[in-house]
């Protein structure tokens, strides 16, 4: 069985500060982990994706996210929050597999509020 | 949205009445799925799809039914419609090959059943 928390279901940052957003999984097998991003009334677009190889992760709009097996963790960051990052934003764990492919599992989701 | 298109986005239904809630791609990818969201669950898989004449179950699928007549479309089916059925529906695609395993959203059927 594999399993996600977002630990804050809504973080509010100041446009230019930093942004962190946590996820911690479980997963009995190496997991591939991704982040989705939210905005209001739409669908969920992919953030960034870690499959294999390097274990810091590059994506979209400035955003990156590390895999830390050690930690169980794939925390999302970004340097400098601006107004247009406010969405909610959801993690995922693919860690089982059957003949559609992968299965995936999502935590709650974290509102990120931006302040100006 | 990754060519995955839904209908209707949003929806109004009575305890009890039964509607189809269509799913379509356009790139002939096999796998397909339909997940609901509501707040403080993220996203929960009801059915999925392997391939044209396929389903299986995911999470919760109870109360709903799923058909997958062709490559290009996944229709989700609720007969019997209920409250707790209120909430946001999502078909997702997934790209070929093991390398990708990223799923792709369509922009969601918004539900409320009175």
């Known amino acids: 069985a594999q399993s996600v928390t977002q630990l804050g279901s809504h973080v509010s940052v100041s446009e230019g500060a930093l942004v962190l957003l946590r996820c911690n999984y479980s997963?009995?097998?190496?997991?591939?982990l991704f982040w989705y991003v939210q905005y209001p009334n739409q669908g969920l677009q992919l953030l960034l994706k870690y499959t294999t190889g390097a274990t810091l992760v590059k994506g979209i709009n400035g955003f990156e996210a590390e895999f830390k097996k050690s930690e169980t963790s794939f925390h999302l960051t970004k340097p400098s929050a601006h107004m247009s990052d406010a969405a909610e934003y959801f993690c995922?764990?693919?860690?089982?597999?059957?003949?559609?492919?992968?299965?995936?599992?999502f935590g709650g989701g974290t509102r990120l509020m931006v302040k100006p | 949205n990754a060519g995955v298109t839904q209908t209707p986005k949003f929806q109004v239904l009575k305890t009890g009445q039964s509607m189809t809630l269509q799913c379509a791609q356009d790139m002939n990818h096999n796998s397909m799925y339909w997940y609901r969201q509501d707040p403080g669950m993220g996203l929960r898989l009801i059915y999925y799809s392997a391939s044209e004449g396929t389903t299986d179950k995911g999470e919760v699928p109870n109360g709903y039914n799923v058909s997958r007549l062709n490559k290009r479309e996944f229709s989700l089916r609720l007969e019997s419609a209920a409250p707790s059925q209120t909430s946001v529906y999502f078909c997702?695609?997934?790209?070929?090959?093991?390398?990708?395993?990223?799923?792709?959203f369509g922009p969601g059927t918004r539900l409320l059943v009175l």
């Open positions: 997963s009995s097998v190496p997991p591939y």
């Open positions: 997702a695609i997934k790209l070929p090959g093991l390398a990708s395993e990223t799923q792709y």
């Open positions: 995922a764990v693919s860690g089982s597999y059957n003949n559609a492919g992968n299965m995936l599992t």
